[in-house]
């Protein structure tokens, strides 16, 4: 496999399969590393396809004399350098990728190479494709798109239509300096299969999706089983995207409230949840900034009234935070501690780190995992679940009393170590009474 497969623009120089669990191994130290002194349960490691497992790419396209081939760009810092060294590497073939993806680029490019319509300043294509055998084709150009480049991209899409694999719908777009041509529905539909559940969700061209839907697939299940046992309470959800948790995750509330701010996310959010018959959420546009004001009661927003919302109506016990790599704002971080779960999707350990550091002083790390989206990058992703521990602020003849009433009932009375509870014991405790 080439270089150009670690695709995020990232360090790694090796990307052989056999090394996957080297490679693995080391970032789950860095992980480890990043919460170094944080009291963990285990962590669990979801692995990802060492092939295969990748959506959505998109690749430079070069021009080399009369050639034309895709290139990506490796980033990496050499052995005595301190700056970053850009190489272009030229990639027919992407393993990583999906098998459509990879038979997609090859026809796009063989096309691409024989017709000067398509070819003509064309410096970009992206391809989406899906578990459900759906595709999106975008190619990005330095010029403006006529009616000719629109008879040719649509004699392309006829011929990628007879791919094999491509069983679905697919999009041929054609994008410009402020001008964009789609030649298809504009989207795909992806299936995802979820805690026992089949679901669809409308992917769009050019927004955010998950680019590892194997993985994907686990990270919404481990979501689902740390909030199952909630539909007492309301879930808070900052970041919802395309609807990708919301959807999995309604049924173990009684209420949810989505936001996010791009407008087009939100509008397949909505598509989502209807889709899938999901009836009790709430979904606006909102930047999360925006939440955290209006959760203070510093500002209203009428597009919280148009979604019929009440924040004081809500009773919300959980809230879920999936943010981009910067992590989250401070006013977003200090709405975390008035929830009694917290679910932290990240894809940055160190954003995740500082974010929560904050708040181990009134809850626990009670789940953690880490789920191998991108094989062969730096980039992992994890996923935290923290539950407000009112023990820890109890007084300690509080703790005494409740100890003589767990003996007094039979049960084990829990172990008290240099005066402190320890952490295991106290989950356990915590356990035990859900369990009753
Ligand atoms: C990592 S993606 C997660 C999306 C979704 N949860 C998923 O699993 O597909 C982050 C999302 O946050 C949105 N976003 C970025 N900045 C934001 C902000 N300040 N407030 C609200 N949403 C934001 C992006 O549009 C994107 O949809």
Known sequence: ????????????????????????????????????????????????????????????????????YY?????????????????????DQFPVGSRLLNTLMAEVMAVARSDQELKHKLFQVNFHTTLSGEAMVTMLYHRRLDTQWEAAAGALRGQLAACKGLEGALTVAGRSRKQKITLGPGHVTEGLHVAGRQLQYRQLEGAFSQPNAGVCQRMLEWAHESTCGSQAGDLLELYCGNGNFTVVLAENFRRVLATEVSKA????????????????????????????AAWRGERTFERLRQAGVDL?????????????????????????????????????????????????????????AVFDQFPYTHHIECGAYLQRMAEVELPMAEMDERERSTAAEGKEVNAMKDGEMVLEEMVGMEERRQDR
């Open 1 to 68: 496999m080439s270089s150009a497969a670690a695709s995020e623009s990232l360090p790694l120089t090796t990307t052989s399969v056999d090394r996957y669990e080297e490679q693995l191994a080391a970032k789950l130290a860095s992980v480890r590393q990043c919460f170094s002194g944080v009291q963990f349960p285990d962590v669990q490691v979801v692995e990802s396809e060492r092939e295969h497992y990748r959506m959505r790419a998109e690749f430079a396209v070069w021009r080399d004399k009369e050639d034309l």
């Open 312 to 368: 004081a109506a809500m009773d919300f016990t959980t809230i879920l935070v999936d943010p981009p790599r910067a992590g989250l704002d401070a006013a977003t971080e200090a709405l975390l501690p008035h929830f009694a779960n917290v679910v932290y999707i990240s894809c940055n350990p160190v954003t995740l780190e500082a974010n929560l550091r904050p708040l181990l002083a009134t809850h626990r790390v009670r789940r953690f």
């Open 71 to 91: 290139v990506m760009y490796d980033t990496a810092t050499r052995e005595g350098s301190v700056e970053p060294v850009r190489t272009r590497v030229r990639v």
């Open 265 to 292: 996310a939100v509008a397949a959010a909505a598509e989502n949840l209807s889709a899938n018959s999901v009836a009790n959420v709430a979904i606006a546009r909102l930047t999360a900034e925006e939440l955290s």
